[in-house]
Nanobody, 121 residues
């Protein structure tokens, strides 16, 4: 079992930046591949980015490629999502998830509670 706690969300103007953090409870954090998803009102939860446990392979949704960067610090049991050039359509609750690299929600075993990101136009 691993507990995940996201932070760093907030309100930002279009074109601005935010950095989300997700702290994991387990010392074995380094053994988990990690992902970020988001869910806008009335929409399905969608994949944003993932990072492998081993070689640091990175994967992104086309909609965020070139603007968002996922990274991890195993010493701090934390995964990050740096979001630049934010757009109003990036507005959503952002969730951290553990134990997969995939783009499909059900592949992930553990989830955080989410952090709200709102981008104003």
């Amino acid at each position: 079992q691993v507990q995940l706690v996201e932070s760093g969300g907030g309100l930002v103007q279009a074109g601005g930046s935010l950095k989300l953090s997700c702290a994991a409870s387990r010392r074995t954090f380094s053994t988990y591949s990690m992902g970020w998803f988001r869910q806008a009102p009335g929409k399905e939860r969608e994949f944003v980015a993932s990072i492998s446990r081993g070689d640091g392979s990175l994967y992104y949704a086309d909609s965020v490629k070139g603007r968002f960067t996922i990274s991890r610090d195993n010493a701090k049991n934390t995964v990050y999502l740096q979001m630049n050039v934010l757009k109003p359509e990036d507005t959503a609750v952002y969730y951290c998830a553990a134990d997969s690299l995939g783009r499909i929600r059900k592949e992930y075993a553990y989830w955080g509670q989410g952090t709200q990101v709102t981008v104003s136009s």
